[in-house]
C-alpha cells in the first residue's frame, strides 16, 4: 500500500478542488434537459420524476450561482450561459459514459457481435455461421441484419458490413474506426425472364425509364445509379417502394419489375435463370462497382476474435465466390 501510495505522489496528480466540482445529479439533469429539450422529455429518458429533475436543476443554478435555463411559454431555452457550460460539460460527460462502457465491456473480447447488411447476412453469412463458429471456437457469435450502422462507441458491434457504391459521395469514417474492403461486387439491374418477355426492350439505360423499378425505402438508389450512367431522373421514377433490398430482389424474381442488386447476393438466381442481368456485356452499360466493407474500432482492430473473423472472411470470398475478392 505503501508503494502505490508514493507512487500517486509521484505522479503529481491530484483531484479536482471540492469547490470545483458541483453534484453529479444536477450535472446529469442539465445535460439531458439541454440535450432533449426539456425537463418531461430528459425525466422519461433518465426515468425520473420530473419534479425530481427541476429540484436537481435550480440545486445546480444555485450552485453556481448563475441562471443556465430560461423558462418561457413554450418550454425551456439555455441561456447563453447555459449554452457555453453545456458545451463544456456534454464532452466530458459523454468521456465518462464511454470510458464506462469499456470498462463493463471488458469480457466482449469473448463475443463477436456482427452488424451486416441485411442482404450479405441473409444470403451470404448466415448460410456459413458453421464454418464460421469453427473458425471461432469459444467465442459467442451474434449475427444482427441491419439497414443502419452500430455506435461502436458504446460497442454495440465487434463489426459492421455495409456495401458502397463506388459513385456515391461517401462520408469519412470517424478517426476511431478503420475499415477494409473484403468483396468487390457490381451493382446490377435484375428481373425475370417473363417480366422482360413482355415488356419493352431495353438497349442503353434511358429505356430503364419506361419500366417499373423496384425501390428500398426511398428512389435515390436507382436515381444515384441511373445518374452515373448519364440518365436524367428529373421527371422522377416510377415503381413500389420495399424497403429493403431483399424484398426487391425477392419481387423482380417472380416478376413484378427490375430491382438493384450485386452478383454476390444473386449469384444462385443468376445461374439458375431466375434472374436476368440486364445489360451485361452492353457496353452501353459500364460496369458500376460496389464493395462490401467491413468497419470497426481502431482499438480493437487486432483482438483475436475480430481478426480472424477478418482472416475468415478473406479466405472463404476467395474460396468459395473468387470472382469477389478485392482486385479481381
Known amino acids: 500500500m505503501a508503494d502505490r501510495k508514493d507512487d500517486l505522489i509521484k505522479t503529481g496528480q491530484q483531484p479536482p478542488l471540492r469547490k470545483a466540482l458541483p453534484p453529479f445529479e444536477g450535472l446529469r439533469a442539465f445535460d439531458a434537459i439541454a440535450r432533449l429539450g426539456g425537463v418531461r422529455k430528459a425525466a422519461k429518458w433518465l426515468d425520473r420524476d420530473h419534479a425530481v429533475l427541476s429540484r436537481h436543476l435550480r440545486a445546480l443554478e444555485e450552485w453556481v450561482g448563475i441562471t443556465l435555463v430560461e423558462r418561457v411559454p413554450t418550454g425551456l431555452i439555455l441561456?447563453?450561459?447555459?449554452?457555453?457550460?453545456?458545451?463544456?460539460i456534454a464532452q466530458a460527460l459523454d468521456m465518462v459514459a464511454h470510458a464506462t462502457l469499456d470498462l463493463l465491456n471488458q469480457g466482449i473480447h469473448h463475443q463477436l457481435l456482427i452488424w451486416s447488411t441485411p442482404g450479405f447476412a441473409q444470403q451470404w453469412l448466415s448460410r456459413r455461421l458453421?464454418?464460421?463458429?469453427?473458425a471461432n471456437q469459444g467465442v459467442e457469435i451474434e449475427l444482427k441484419p441491419s439497414v443502419s450502422a452500430p455506435d461502436f462507441l458504446s460497442h454495440e458491434a465487434t463489426a459492421d458490413i455495409r456495401y458502397w457504391a463506388s459513385y456515391e459521395d461517401l462520408d469519412e469514417l470517424p478517426s476511431h474506426l478503420r475499415s477494409q474492403v473484403i468483396a468487390q461486387s457490381p451493382i446490377i439491374p435484375v428481373a425475370s425472364p417473363d417480366y422482360l418477355?413482355?415488356?419493352?426492350?431495353?438497349?442503353?439505360?434511358?429505356?430503364?425509364?419506361?419500366?417499373?423499378?423496384?425501390?428500398?425505402?426511398?428512389?435515390?438508389?436507382?436515381?444515384?445509379?441511373?445518374?452515373?450512367l448519364g440518365v436524367d431522373c428529373a421527371d422522377g421514377l416510377k415503381g413500389p417502394r420495399l424497403w429493403q433490398g431483399n424484398l426487391t430482389s425477392d419481387a423482380s424474381r417472380h416478376g413484378r419489375g427490375i430491382a438493384l442488386t450485386n452478383p454476390l447476393l444473386a449469384e444462385k438466381h443468376l445461374t439458375r435463370g431466375d434472374l436476368?442481368?440486364?445489360?451485361?456485356?452492353?457496353?452501353?452499360?459500364?460496369?458500376r462497382r460496389g464493395d462490401y466493407v467491413l468497419i470497426a474500432r481502431h482499438d480493437r482492430w487486432n483482438e483475436p476474435s475480430l481478426r480472424k473473423f477478418r482472416q475468415w472472411l478473406t479466405n472463404t470470398i476467395a474460396k468459395d465466390t473468387p470472382q469477389f475478392k478485392p482486385g479481381s
Open 197 to 228: 418477355e413482355s415488356a419493352p426492350e431495353i438497349h442503353k439505360p434511358e429505356d430503364l425509364l419506361n419500366h417499373q423499378l423496384l425501390h428500398e425505402n426511398t428512389t435515390e438508389t436507382w436515381e444515384i445509379w441511373l445518374n452515373s
Open 79 to 88: 441561456t447563453e450561459a447555459g449554452k457555453d457550460y453545456h458545451r463544456s
Open 130 to 134: 458453421a464454418s464460421l463458429e469453427r
Open 276 to 287: 436476368v442481368w440486364i445489360g451485361k456485356d452492353n457496353p452501353a452499360f459500364p460496369a
